[in-house]
């Protein structure tokens, strides 16, 4: 991106001023640096972000941002319902509540390291990833109703964890105001045989052992120490939400029109929150969160019988669990006053800062776990929401790396094996069932997590609490 | 021009571009480059047929919907597809395409795909035939 057509507010504040059909101006967070790396389209995207009905404050970018369809990835926006603000299909992805959950097991890189191919071969043999493969659930119609109704809370229910788990996820497990009866028998079809799936791309289950702690009180208090073992899971609402997407996307597209809505990309398809699509697509798109926590929960419990097989004393509660592709109803200050806003966040994490309701007692004072998922030969890093990022993105923060190579290209660089075999003289265990998927995925198709995360730190987006490093990581 | 396809990049997924003499081939060839997304459509052996038919106000949404029946038909199935014929009439498309169910071994499929997306979509004559692109969500 050309820095000159911003104009920087601070170290790692740039500001495109409102222009053109612009509403309010776009904002990026990020280090001068990352900026110049950002392709040009994360400038058109949030631009164009900027025009849309009803925008409070600005677009948002953060220093994870790259092109995404409408919305960049690591995009931020929050709109008024009164101000005739809308909801966007193509502003939450089709990934819906794609997010990461981190569990501690109470182990030790000692404890693990003896039974670490065991503990690899056993996770890749019993949890269900890449494309095509199916879990062991199957869901009747009410059954699947009561799964988008319930989300967690219904796996939770099932068996399938413990009430405690439901503590350590946003909105307490279960989203409220779902409408299965909004969600198309095909996007209930795809589900079928879904649940508890891992899927494939960046998707993953890691073990991973801590390697550096920056905040010790913070990392205290989210029960983090050096040399910890945690499993961290990435993964999304499977092809229910990819099909609610697809669904949604249509519908918006057609109908923008019939709102008096003018898109400048017919990605940004989408619909008056105070309108009947808008409102079908809420409940829907709250049936999909509720579909991808129930399917984080269903993959702990496979994580935890695994570790009870192998590993009988680890323990395995939640960290916490954050989704980082959603529109939540959530209460800002903006213009003076508090307002109730729909915030999207496309690849952009919920960071509350210390002290916010929603926040679990236990954590309250120190802020919310952020939890930032890099390669897979990299690390993942935990950071916790702060009070600046409020009144910054809407409490947001980055959700990743990104990456800084096509797939093409990543498979032109690299062979799956040598992949593999490359982590593995480093101590990192890979299994996938594709070997194309791990060159895809190979760590230098990704940028550097790191910048990203010290650019979210050093804008007050988040704070840095810790860094993991994966020994095993299990790819669709 | 002759019937053929490409990928080409998009920063975090793949743009799938068929083009030939006609729109329906490009629209065939677009096929071609989404089963390329996960794997090799020549190591796809074509023996079920699939038919999908869909409808759009316009080309660009017909070949959304085209692609989207696809990767509908390929999740729901646990199928990959190496062979397409497509017809179009006005706003309708039908739809034929031959496969198989995916064997993770012998396909090493990459990735499945989530949704096609409406960003760089175009349908479009180029070079005295049809171009047919968009990127795919992965």
Redesign the interface.
Known sequence: MDINLLKRRSEHEWEIPAHGAMRVPAVIYASEPLVRDM?H?VYEQAVNVATLPGIVGASYAMPDA?????FP?GGVAAFDPDAGGVVSA?GV???ISCGVRCLHTGLTRADVLPVQKALADVLYQRIPA???S?GAIRLGAEEMDAMLTGGARWAVERGWGAPADLERIEERGQMKHAKPDSVSP?AK??Q?DEMGTL???NHYLEVQEVTAVYDAAIAAAFGLAADDIVVMIHCGSR?LG??I??DY??RM??AAASYGITLP???L?CAPIESDVGREYLGAMRAAINCALANRQILTHLVRDVFAGILPRARLPLLYDVSHNTCKVEEHRADGGTRKLYVHRKGATRAFGPGHPDIPEPLRAVGQPVLIGGSMGTGSYVLAGTKASEALAFSSACHGA??AM????A?RTWKGRQVIDELAGRGILIRS?????VA?EAPGAYKDVAAVVDAADAAGLARKVARLEPLVCIK? | MNAGWEHFPHGADVGVRGFGPTKAEAFEQAALALTAVVADPAAVTPREEVTIRCAAPDDELLLAEWLNGLIYEMATRKMLFGRFAVRLDGPNLHGQAWGEPVDAARHQPAVEIKGATYTALRVAREGGGWVAQTVVDV
């Open positions: 392709d389209k790259h092109w995404g369809y409408g990835i193509g992805g089709f990934d890449g494309v095509g199916t095909q079809k795809r079928r899927g494939s791309g092809g990819h099909q997407g697809t996307l249509r597209a057609v990309d017919r990605e398809a990104g990456r096509s797939r093409h290209q498979l069932p594709s070997g194309r998927g895809e669709g």
